[in-house]
């Protein structure tokens, strides 16, 4: 089975500093990753994903990720964080049959 | 358009209550989903539904009954609940176009609640 580790339940940044959330996987296959993003009382949004395409995937809110083989990981990134970046983001895989299997999640505290 | 939609937004049900959960989408998807997502907790899947037939079930107990009556909507039907399934319920959807790398497409849940 498939799965991924995020490193970090919470990480607190200072606004304009950079984001960055681990996620490590583990998989016998060519992975696809998935980080999602959920606002408090939301339901999730996707952020970006992993194809093998491309090992840099660019997100949507100035996010990214890249993938490294070597180091099993797939950790997101943002140059500078916003206040409206708070919320809890979520790492993901897919196993076979369409089952995305998530990560424990890492809350995003933005300070001013 | 890649809008999920869920009703009730939220519900609190009784242990001898039957009601139901409904998610519909718009987005021509073929794959339909219900994740269970407990407090502090990642989101869990119990059902998948592919070309309208169950695909998966995680086993589910039987108190949670899916239905899917056409490509559109997904149903999930509640019967005989414990306090422990209060939880957040997200439905998604996703093309289904043979891959892996289908995205999914999530609702903003229903919150349920059984007293």
């Known amino acids: 089975a498939q799965s991924v580790t995020q490193l970090g339940s919470h990480v607190s940044v200072s606004e304009g500093a950079l984001v960055l959330l681990r996620c490590n996987y583990s998989s016998s296959v060519p992975p696809y990753l998935f980080w999602y993003v959920q606002y408090p009382n939301q339901g999730l949004q996707l952020l970006l994903k992993?194809?093998?395409?491309?090992?840099l995937v660019k997100g949507i809110n100035g996010f990214e990720a890249e993938f490294k083989k070597s180091e099993t990981s797939f950790h997101l990134t943002k140059p500078s964080a916003h206040m409206s970046d708070a919320a809890e983001y979520f790492c993901?895989?897919?196993?076979?049959?369409?089952?995305?299997?998530f990560g424990a999640g890492t809350i995003l505290r933005v300070k001013s | 358009d890649t809008e999920v939609t869920q009703t009730p937004k939220h519900l609190v049900m009784g242990m001898t209550n039957k009601k139901s959960l409904k998610c519909e989408q718009h987005m021509g998807h073929r794959a339909m989903y219900w994740y269970k997502q407990k407090a502090k907790k990642p989101p869990e899947l119990m059902f998948v539904?592919?070309?309208?037939?169950?695909?998966i079930n995680e086993s589910v107990p039987s108190r949670f009954s899916p239905e899917c009556p056409n490509s559109s909507l997904l149903n999930l039907h509640l019967h005989a609940l414990q306090p422990e399934d209060s939880a957040l319920y997200l439905c998604a959807s996703s093309q289904e176009r043979g891959g892996p790398a289908d995205t999914q497409y999530f609702g903003p849940g229903t919150r349920l609640t059984v007293l």
């Open positions: 993901a895989v897919m196993e076979y049959g369409n089952k995305l299997v």
């Open positions: 992993y194809t093998s395409a491309a090992t």
């Open positions: 539904y592919s070309y309208e037939k169950l695909s």
